[in-house]
């Protein structure tokens, strides 16, 4: 079982920046994908960045250039730096993290962070 913790949300005016960082604990696959995703009130929680294990990044077109993902293997941490936010960055960002499972895919969340972006 794996344990997702994460830390950094809080309240920014726009134009901000923030950290956020999440550590996973427990038992898990070397080879894993670890992203964040966000859930604003009203709307389906979406992709806004993802890395792999190997440092392959992926980002959601509202991050691009804006938000950057890294991780740390040896901690089992993953990062996002966020810059120049926005309010429609305002939501609740979840750290997750996927290992494959034979025959699928297992994910793993973390308890949500609050992002709240004043204009």
């Known amino acids: 079982q794996v344990q997702l913790v994460e830390s950094g949300g809080g309240l920014v005016q726009t134009g901000g920046s923030l950290r956020l960082s999440c550590v996973a604990s427990g038992r898990m696959s070397s080879i894993n994908a670890m992203g964040w995703y966000r859930q604003a009130p009203g709307k389906q929680r979406e992709l806004v960045a993802a890395i792999t294990s190997g440092g392959s990044t992926n980002y959601a077109d509202s991050a691009k250039g804006r938000f950057t993902i890294s991780r740390d293997n040896v901690k089992n941490t993953v990062y996002l730096q966020m810059n120049r936010l926005k309010p429609e960055d305002t939501a609740v960002y979840y750290c997750?993290?996927?290992?494959?499972?034979?025959?699928?895919?297992?994910?793993?969340w973390g308890q949500g962070t609050q992002v709240t972006v004043s204009s």
């Open positions: 997750n993290l996927a290992e494959e499972v034979w025959p699928g895919v297992r994910n793993y």
